[in-house]
C-alpha cells in the first residue's frame, strides 16, 4: 500500500526558508510523478510543484523563482525548497504521487509564515 508521509513545516518569518521531505513506500516510485501541493483555509487545494520521472519540473507562478522541487529515485523522496517565503504562502502542504490513473496524497504538514 502506498504511503507517502510529509516532514519539515513549522512556522517561519516571512522571509525566511522552509525545506519540505517526503517519504514514499510501498510501491517503485521512479515511474511517476511527485507534485507539492498546497491548501489555505477557505480556498481549494492548488498545485505548487511538480517533478516527472525523468526530473522534468513545472511550478505554479506563485513558486517560480522561489521554490525548488528535487527527487530522489533511490531513496524514493521528494523535497520542497521553499525560500523567501511569504505570508501567503501559509498552507497545509500535501505530497502526491501520481501513476495514470492514481493519485496517492499524504496526509499534510503546517507551514506558516509570519509577517
Known amino acids: 500500500q502506498v504511503r507517502l508521509v510529509e516532514s519539515g513545516g513549522g512556522v517561519v518569518q516571512a522571509g525566511g526558508s522552509l525545506r519540505l521531505s517526503c517519504a514514499a513506500s510501498?510501491?517503485?516510485?521512479?515511474?511517476?510523478?511527485f507534485g507539492w501541493y498546497r491548501q489555505a483555509p477557505g480556498k481549494q487545494r492548488e498545485m505548487v510543484a511538480l517533478i516527472s520521472t525523468v526530473g522534468t519540473s513545472t511550478y505554479a507562478d506563485s513558486g517560480k523563482g522561489r521554490f525548488t522541487i528535487s527527487r530522489d529515485n533511490a531513496k524514493n523522496t521528494v523535497a520542497l525548497q521553499m525560500n523567501s517565503l511569504k505570508p501567503e504562502d501559509t498552507a497545509v502542504y500535501y505530497c502526491?504521487?501520481?501513476?495514470?490513473?492514481?493519485?496517492?496524497w499524504g496526509q499534510g504538514t503546517q507551514v506558516t509564515v509570519s509577517s
Open positions: 502526491a504521487f501520481t501513476r495514470h490513473p492514481t493519485t496517492y
Open positions: 510501498g510501491s517503485t516510485f521512479s515511474s511517476g510523478t
